[in-house]
């Protein structure tokens, strides 16, 4: 009776607060989820269980040896290399943060979860780097790789119903391989400095042009301007010398003589006189003319 009820003794166990344990009956699940407590089932060989944090958010390195990087331990870069869509070689590592949500399956329906998820992942990679080019991985494409990552991981592992749930994929580096790595540099900074310079470039003009094109509207304007006010002046002479043409016509010694009188009029304020009064017996020295007038 004592070794019954010792025997019975041996089906009590405890699970955790942050635990979950499964119960298998004869190898089979009898209970799925068995949450935190102390609990009984029947002793072994015809009933055990299985505890499991599922809280835990667990990490998985692609690229490298996670545990190496945890410790700060450098990995083997051979690891880390992948192919893009044009066939270049990058050095490209990531960091996957996962739970556990269906403990049965994720402990018995493979053989090993952890290893078939990091095989998934990595194909993951590989299909998403060999859909881009060796420039748009290293600059533009390089927020959409972990998103990419994340998201085909977790179909896949849907489609074979692992139980785990890809929180987060975190890209800590994609970077050209350490034996290249100074001529990419100098690629992306002679890009950076085209970039640079097309800018300045385009802002110059956008700052040039639209004056030029204000000065020569000015201009344009100016021309037209002194064009129309040349021409009507033209016309205006025409009008004028044709009018006295006609009175020429009618009477030319009287419109000679006018003429003549309206020219002196406008000439001769210009011009320095002289008065002489001789019965004063003022003399007056001709050469001076020749003088002023510099001749």
């Known amino acids: 009776m004592l070794l019954v009820v010792a025997w019975l003794a041996t089906g009590v166990y405890t699970v955790g607060s942050e635990e979950l344990a499964v119960v298998k009956r004869f190898g089979r699940v009898a209970d799925p989820a068995v949450p935190s407590g102390i609990h009984w089932r029947m002793p072994w060989p015809i009933e055990s269980h299985e505890k499991f944090q599922t809280t835990t958010v667990y990490k998985m390195g692609v690229g490298m040896i996670t545990r190496d990087y945890l410790r700060g331990i450098p990995s083997p870069e051979e690891l880390s290399l992948w192919l893009t869509g044009d066939t270049n070689i ?21 053989e090993s979860s952890q290893f078939l998820m990091a095989r998934i992942a990595e194909a993951a990679l590989t299909e998403t780097l060999g859909a881009m080019a060796v420039d748009d991985a290293l600059t533009i494409e390089r927020p959409r790789i972990a998103e990419e990552v994340r998201s085909r991981t977790q179909d896949r592992l849907d489609e074979l119903r692992l139980g785990i ?18 001529v990419f540099r100098d690629v992306q900074n002679a890009a950076a400095d085209r970039e640079r310079i097309m800018n300045e470039a385009n802002g110059y003009a956008n700052s040039v042009i639209p004056r030029a094109r204000g000065e020569a509207t000015w201009v344009t304007e100016r021309a037209e301007s002194d064009r129309n006010a040349r021409v009507a002046q033209a016309r205006g002479d025409a009008s004028k010398f044709l009018a006295l043409l006609t009175e020429y016509e009618k009477i030319p010694d009287a419109t000679r003589r006018r003429l003549y009188l309206e020219t002196m009029e406008e000439v001769l304020p210009k011009v320095k006189r002289y008065v002489v009064d001789l019965e004063k017996g003022d003399r007056f020295d001709l050469r001076i003319l020749d003088l002023e007038s510099g001749e």
Do not use: E
């Open 165 to 182: 749930a890809v929180n987060t994929v975190n890209l800590l580096s994609v970077d050209p391989p350490s034996q290249v790595i100074d």
């Open 90 to 110: 990058l050095s490209v590592k990531l960091m996957i943060q996962y739970t556990v949500v269906d403990l049965p399956n994720y402990l018995y329906r493979m």
